[in-house]
């Protein structure tokens, strides 16, 4: 918002098409329905003193007053529905959910909940950080006294809800007797997204949270689902005792806890939790305050929208009766039986309602873009404001459901071997007359407010001369505009990020080094299977190589690279092929090994 973000990207002010279009957002929606203001600062109890959570190098890791910017009006480069929404999440401090449960929010992307026990607090969900973790807990202790982490209870497989657990609960606990909870499958679905696509994923999730972008009116808002990703210290603490059916019951430090289990739905290990001695339901993230995703733009498995309904039907049915509260992991909770009801119903009607008419459009014969268009939501859905597409939207959550049910192909053969991207973009600029004809013409687009249609034609002169100045500079300031019209936060950071980049160059980003605790958690199984996604097919096609591990305590196994492939399966019986070379070794060598922190030269040297 300030001049000085403009001078450092080169951002641009508000087309007038996209200032109107924001400012009709103003009358199209119930702003003056301030319920979820209340809500968002209903039970605060105070918040830190200082502003930055920093690392043990002096890293600043959090900044609690990175998004002070919101308590001004937004400005017409904002979406005021996002800015709305992002001015719900910046929220930060400690709040009162009923008495006995608190949640830390707006110390990191998600929030961390506190139950409090006869002798203790159970934690739910610490946050992404160790760091932001602890100045959650130091926050609630300076409130509620001195107790002890009595338990910890990971909602599901994300990271946000498990990766700051050593601010909280150190190895020794657990060793005492502290209990670890998780829904069954935790431990290989929290390891597994993180190393198998990790890298993609970490790369893309640096343009979907913006995280580099600078923060005000011209930069990032927020993300919809919070404001953005803390950067401390990730670590897993493995689960101690797992959750495997819905009516399974748990007591700990004295608090009763009822499980409902919910695969498949926004993770793939993923449980609410009901606390029938506080009349309280937690629903993990299963209904939060907004669309959630079907997939996430960083990439994931499409979720299942048909099997996350039913699960909200059945939450309704098992729970609501007896919940004057209602609270997730993200955004602030919902109070009141009647609210609770009707607000998990409108969740579950809206992943219920994309679904099917996402198929009924699709066996109309619509492609995904085609019904992507089409798609709106029941007029009452649309009011509600929990239904917003801050996070997921209607738009890629209805391509999501088609690439669930159908794939990538639309059906359209002159689609089925298209040139890729650099090779189509040279023939399209040459038939349309050089990228000189092309950027006059998307000029005129651009004047005329068709943003969407700059970004795509100028995207083939992107591809096919990169270093074309005027092109980078046309596109970058069409996707800026789109990012300026956005609901949806993630959209706007992946436009704003677009634009940065064509502007001064590639950011860099991470890469995906996976924490040494969720290395530690990796399965063999799972270590050889991303020792293979690692192998260089063509260059390795020639070779035929066997390897026959015998590690202590376990079943020999053989790795075995032919045909560019690194399988691995039973060191003996009529599968396995001759070694060329056997290893004898303990677990933790060989661990060590895989993950390259033991240089092969130095194996024989071990005793
Ligand atoms: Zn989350």
Redesign the pocket.
């Known amino acids: 918002m300030s001049q000085n973000v403009a001078e450092t990207t080169g951002a641009k002010p508000v087309q007038p098409s996209i200032a109107e279009a924001n400012d009709a957002v103003l009358r199209r929606f119930p702003f003056d329905d301030t319920q979820d203001m209340e809500d968002a600062r209903r039970g605060f109890l105070g918040t830190a003193r200082e502003d930055l959570v920093k690392a043990a190098d002096g890293r600043t890791v959090w900044d609690l007053g990175a998004y002070g910017f919101l308590d001004q009006d937004c400005p017409d480069t904002v979406n005021p529905s996002l800015w709305r929404q992002s001015r719900l999440c910046a929220d930060h401090g400690l709040f009162e959910v009923t008495e006995g449960i608190y949640q830390v929010r707006g110390f990191d ?2 929030n961390m909940t506190l139950v409090e026990g006869d002798r203790g607090v159970v934690v739910v969900d610490p946050l992404i950080s160790a760091e932001t973790a602890a100045a959650g807990l130091a926050l609630y202790r300076a409130h509620r006294g001195d107790r002890p982490v009595t338990g910890v209870l990971y909602t599901h497989s ?1 990271i ?2 498990f990766g700051g657990v050593r601010g909280v609960l150190t190895d020794d606990d657990v060793r005492g007797g502290v209990p670890v909870l998780a829904p069954e499958g935790f431990l290989a679905h929290a390891v597994s997204e993180n190393v198998y696509a990790g890298t993609a994923m970490g790369r893309r999730a640096a343009y979907m949270y913006g995280a580099v972008l600078p923060k005000g009116g011209l930069g990032q808002v927020g993300a919809g ?1 919070g404001q953005t990703t803390s950067t401390g210290t990730v670590g897993l603490i493995p689960p101690t005792a797992d959750v495997t059916r819905t009516g399974q019951q748990e007591t700990v430090d004295g608090v009763r806890m009822v499980f409902q289990l919910t695969p498949g739905t926004e993770a793939p290990a993923e449980l609410n939790i009901h606390f029938p001695d506080f009349s309280a339901l937690c629903m993990a ?1 299963n209904a939060t305050h907004n669309l959630h995703n079907l997939l996430t733009l960083r990439g994931a498995e499409v979720r299942d929208p048909r099997v996350w309904a039913q699960y909200l039907t059945e939450a309704v049915d098992l729970f609501a009766g007896a919940c004057d509260v209602a609270f997730a ?2 955004h602030w909770p919902t109070w009141g039986r009647e609210n609770v009801v009707r607000f998990l119903s409108e969740q579950r009607d809206l992943y219920a309602y994309l679904h099917d008419q996402t198929l009924r459009m699709l066996n109309e014969g619509l492609t995904a873009l085609e019904i992507a268009e089409r798609m709106e939501l029941p007029p009452p859905l649309e009011r509600a404001w929990h239904t917003h597409g801050y996070y997921g939207s209607v738009s890629h959550n209805t391509k999501a459901v088609y690439q669930r049910y159908l794939g990538w192909f639309d059906g359209n053969p002159a689609h089925l071997w298209e040139h890729p991207p650099v090779e189509a973009a040279r023939r399209y600029v040459e038939y349309m007359g050089g990228a000189g004809e092309v950027l006059r013409r998307a000029r005129q687009s651009f004047a005329d407010g068709d943003f969407r249609w700059v970004a795509q034609v100028v995207d083939h002169v992107v591809f096919a001369e990169p270093d074309h100045a005027e092109a980078r500079a046309l596109q970058a300031d069409a996707l800026e505009q789109l990012g300026y019209g956005c609901e949806n936060g993630t959209w706007r950071n992946f436009y704003l990020m677009g634009a940065l980049e064509l502007r001064h160059g590639p950011v860099g980003t991470p890469t995906g080094t996976a924490s040494p605790d969720l290395m530690a958690a990796l399965t063999l199984d799972q270590l050889f299977d991303a020792l293979a996604i690692r192998v260089d097919g063509p260059r390795s096609w020639d070779a035929d190589i066997a390897v026959r591990w015998n590690v202590e305590g376990r079943d020999p196994v053989t790795l075995h690279l032919r045909n560019g492939v690194l399988t691995h399966g039973p060191g003996t019986g009529p599968a396995a092929p001759e070694p060329d070379a056997e290893f004898t070794l303990d677990e933790p060598t060989l661990r060590a090994l895989l993950l390259g922190t033991l240089p092969p030269a130095d194996l024989a040297s071990r005793p």
Request: hydrophobic share 20%; net charge negative; no cysteine.
């Open positions: 992307l998600s994300h946000d809800h689902l993230e992991s993200h």
